[in-house]
């Protein structure tokens, strides 16, 4: 730093440099963390085990904003003269008179602030557990964990709904306390011992580079001037960036070729994963008498991503009290700058370019989660599961001009003279003087407008669907449910940064190559920059996503709530109106069938219609939780389309007897709530058309023969979480994106629920159709049972169309199923995989042509095969099999018709193939071993 009171002068043969110090700095903290032994679950309970969690954060660094250099006189001159190159980098150049700086060329620049930030967070945990079980232990659990994630909310709103959470939670647990009373469960309430594994790991990567400008600042005039004398890097040229010029007098910038003013960039990037996956098994033990064993497994697994990178231009500036005196022997090019003088004088030998610079900035953001289980009590037999599924998902881009570029002249006017061609990009030449001090004169002049656009949009879609009950220490609900989450927020605003020259003269020289015609330049520069601000806040519709999360979570709980109290109700109405008593010693088989009976009654199914699936107190729900997401998500139209849409479901049920139209009526009742929700409306159409066929479909094939009216609470929402996959699946389909398949979920679902299953499907399916049906189901299952030929089940099939086909038994078709195996090939290979359902357990082999590789196990459900003959070939049987991490998906066809499998287990990869002469039968394999069970 040189500070003198008299003139201060530099002169060097070569280069003159005024830099900036660099200081650099590096860091490394890491903190591991081992602990084992007795830990806490969050609820009621303990796990012996161990964990680890680390801390890794590397960071590093340069500074120049603090070490800027300074030469500057008090009360005289300050002249820098370089045979080569003047460079002023992230520095000052100061004094009370004039500044003059001369150099074959000159550059000032900024000084840069760069800095990157490494962290990775890693988290690891097993144990043996030990807990409260059953669905009352497992409730009770469930209110404590709530309890404990109300404290650790910081966000009012989501702290006042998490304590919602938290109060619906202990009426849960309360519900399933009567209900093991009223039910006789000696399974409500138990221990869980289990083994659990738990691990999460999340990296992010920063880098940021902040610019600080250098400074010219002189008390009377400032001259800069590039000789081009020589020959060095950028004789001749003038370069200024992200720095600023002021002068109390006149400004002349003088160079021998060109000049250029530019912007520099502050930029900011962010990168960013997280991964976790756990899982268990383990038994849990009733606490009542008689109880049974349950065995149960879960897995779970999360991932995300992020990325942000942003851009803000820092301006180069000219401001002089007088005249600004731009000379340059070939091109002048002003990028993200801007010149301010009383008069600005110009005389460019080639083309003037001047263009403004936008601010940029853009995000993206991804999370998924998937978590599973399944539960087994011996002794009752009986089993229960239960899959969750949500995806959010963030986007927004801005581009704005923040600062115009040009020339601004005071009320001196301008007088620029240009060689060959003008263009402003977005950018103005200005003047507050009178026109006939403003003069323009070029060869040609070309002119264009920049947008300045700003966009986003948050989603999140989820699902649940369960078979209620406990799985462990997981309390899933009293009843069976399911429940579709859908909402999110967007926003958009515009405008537009014009070009424009204040009145005055404007002179075209080359009048045969002017492309465009000067009445369509705005003469308005004063109101030339429409720019526009920010309008996505990452934070706050963070927030505004885990309020929808948990506003569906509080619709779901409800529901249950509601369902609950019905079936309490509906049993006590039964238990008064038949004079049958449950034995004191009962067996779970008599408990069973005691529970069978008090619901086939009347007086069960006339109290539960006032709180089941498709009654009004349901559509209540479905209509609050709708309204209530849309209103968090900021979308007005939406919640009033999702508040009506279960009513409106419901009232479609005048269409009920041609089930085209009615489905045709739910297809354009989802399309436009969806539409209206700002949703894809041809997914909204698809599913609820989808789902209304799929519940008719679905209640053929499960529950044959029993009519609507019949049907228990628990048969119904297995109808409509089987029709509400199928809604999603279709409007996945029809939208190409997993948001597009929660759309067609609702809709599906909303149609199933307040339509289907609330006005009945046997008035709709014309009689005739159901029997046919029954009977095609019942042949099909004979005809596998006894191996008939495709000849013979055909000939089955003739005689069933002209109603001389015979009838026996019915098939669901729908098995548990445990699948190991995989295979590899290309063109030509070999596949080996083992299967236990719950008729038979076998090994399967084959000689197959394929392409892909697939492995993994699984259990899950098989269905089929369904329409024999669908796929003429005696010969051969296809499938595709594929992996995603947590689960598996499978398509066999062939000469026995279509079969599809899913499960959840490790599974990865995927394989078609192609397997000669062998009969398909939930796998494409030929059987190698075989043991049946019954």
């Known amino acids: 730093m040189w500070w003198l009171s008299r003139d201060v002068s530099l002169a060097a043969g070569n280069h003159v440099d005024v830099l900036a110090a660099t200081s650099t700095d590096t860091s490394w903290r890491f903190k591991e963390t081992k602990k084992s032994g007795l830990t806490g679950t969050g609820g009621i309970g303990f796990t012996i085990g161990s964990s680890k969690t680390s801390h890794d954060r590397r960071e590093a660094g340069t500074t120049q904003s603090q070490s800027a250099s300074t030469i500057g006189s008090t009360a005289g001159n300050v002249s820098i003269t370089a ?216 897995v779970n697994a999360a991932k995300g991503r992020e990325k942000g990178n942003g851009t803000e231009w820092t301006e180069t500036t000219t401001d002089s009290g007088k005249t600004v005196t731009i000379n340059s022997g070939r091109d002048t090019v002003l990028n993200g700058a801007q010149v301010n003088g009383n008069r600005i004088i110009a005389d460019v030998g080639h083309d003037l370019l001047i263009s403004s610079q936008q601010d940029t900035s853009k995000y993206d953001s991804k999370q998924t989660s998937v ?39 005071g009320d001196g006017g301008f007088d620029i003279t240009v060689g060959k061609h003008t263009q402003l990009d977005g950018a103005v030449i200005a003047s507050t003087a009178t026109p006939d001090k403003n003069h323009l004169d070029t060869g040609t002049l070309g002119f264009s407008d920049l947008h300045n656009e700003a966009d986003y949009k948050v989603s999140h879609s989820g699902i649940s ?4 009950g406990s799985f462990g220490d997981k309390f899933q609900g009293n009843m069976p449910g399911g429940m579709i ?18 009145d005055g003269t404007i002179t075209i020289r080359d009048r045969d190559n002017q492309k465009q015609n000067l009445a369509n330049l705005s003469r308005d520069p004063a109101h030339a920059n429409d720019s526009i601000s920010p309008i996505f806040d990452k934070e706050k519709e963070q927030r505004r996503l885990q309020t929808v999360g948990l506003i569906s979570d509080i619709g779901s709980q409800v529901a249950d709530i509601a369902r609950t109290q019905g079936e309490l109700n509906a049993l006590k109405a039964a238990k008064e109106a038949t004079s049958e008593t449950l034995p004191a010693n009962a067996t779970e088989k008599q408990r069973q069938e005691y529970l069978a ?94 789902g209304e066929l799929a519940a008719r479909a679905i209640a053929g094939m499960l529950y044959p023969g029993v009519k609507q009216s019949d049907l228990s609470e628990e048969q119904k929402q297995t109808i409509s979480t089987l029709a509400t996959v199928s809604a999603g699946l279709a409007g996945g389909l029809t939208g190409n994106s997993t948001a597009s398949a929660a759309v067609g979920a609702q809709s599906g679902k ?10 009945g499907w046997n008035n709709i399916l014309p009689s005739g159709t159901q029997d046919y049906g029954q009977a095609v189901a019942s042949w099909n299952q004979y005809a596998q049972d006894n191996n008939l030929t495709p000849e013979q089940v055909q000939e089955g099939m003739n ?47 084959g000689d197959i042509y394929s392409i892909g590789a697939h492995g993994g196990a699984s259990i899950g459900l098989s269905f089929g095969p369904y329409f024999p003959g669908l796929i003429n070939s005696n010969d051969n049987d296809y499938s595709i099999n594929g992996g995603f991490g947590v689960g598996a998906v499978g398509l066999s066809t062939g000469k026995d018709g279509v079969s599809f499998t899913f499960g959840f287990g490790p599974s990865w990869g995927w394989s078609a193939t192609e397997i000669k002469g062998v009969d398909v039968n939930g796998t494409s394999t030929s059987e190698v071993y075989r043991y049946d069970f019954k």
């Open 597 to 690: 009976k008090l619901r086939d009654t009347q007086a069960y199914r006339n109290e539960m219609a006032k709180y089941g699936t498709g009654s009004e107190i349901q559509r209540g729900i479905q209509a609050a939780t709708a309204a209530l997401q849309g209103l968090a998500g900021g979308n007005l139209a939406g919640a009033l389309a999702g508040a009506s849409a279960p009513e409106l479901a419901h009232l479609l049920k005048s269409t009920e007897k041609d089930p085209a139209v009615n489905a045709i009526a739910h297809a354009i009742l989802g399309g436009a709530v969806a539409a209206m929700q700002g949703n894809n409306a041809a997914a909204g159409a698809a599913g609820a058309a989808t």
């Open 83 to 298: 045979g080569k190159q003047a460079h002023i980098s992230g520095s000052d150049v100061i004094a009370n008179r004039d500044i003059s700086i001369t150099g074959d060329s000159v550059v000032v620049d900024p000084g840069h602030d760069r800095r990157t930030v490494d962290e990775k967070f890693e988290q690891k945990k097993s144990g043996l557990t030990v807990a409260l079980s059953g669905t009352v232990g497992s409730a009770i659990n469930n209110a404590v964990t709530s309890a404990q994630e109300t404290k650790e909310s910081s966000d009012s709103r989501l702290k006042a709904l998490q304590a919602t959470k938290t109060a619906l939670s202990g009426v849960q647990a309360g519900q399933a306390a009567t209900m093991a009373s009223a039910t006789g469960d000696p399974n409500a309430t138990g221990v869980s011992l289990s083994l659990t594994t738990q691990k999460s790991k999340s990296q992010q990567h920063s880098e940021s580079d902040t610019v600080s400008g250098s400074t010219l600042n002189a008390g009377n005039n400032l001259s800069v001037v590039a000789t081009g004398k020589n020959r060095g890097d950028n004789r001749g040229d003038i370069v200024i960036a992200g720095s600023q010029l002021k002068a109390g007098g006149n400004t002349s910038l003088d160079a021998a070729n060109d000049i250029l003013l530019s912007g520099a960039a502050n930029t900011q990037k962010t990168t960013g994963r997280n991964s976790s996956s756990g899982g268990g098994v383990g038994v849990s033990i009733g606490a009542g008498k008689g109880a049974g064993i349950s065995a149960f497994a879960s």
């Open 465 to 468: 669907l369960s078979g209620g």
């Open 799 to 845: 005689r069933i169309a002209i109603g001389e086909g015979p009838s026996w038994g019915t098939t669901y078709k729908v098995h548990p199923v445990v699948q190991a195996g995989g295979d590899v090939s290309f063109i030509r290979g070999y596949t080996l995989s083992g299967t236990i359902d719950d008729n038979h357990i076998s090994a399967n082999q």
């Open 485 to 502: 989450s859908a909402g999110g927020h967007s926003g958009h605003a515009e405008g537009t940064t014009q070009a424009a020259v204040a």
């Open 750 to 759: 909303n149609a199933v629920e307040n339509n289907s299953l609330s006005a």
């Open 371 to 409: 978590a599973a289980g399944g539960s087994f009590t011996f002794g009752s037999m009986t089993g229960s599961g239960y899959i969750a599924a949500s995806r959010d998902k963030m986007k927004s881009r801005f581009d704005s001009v923040a600062e115009q570029t040009g020339m601004f002249a």
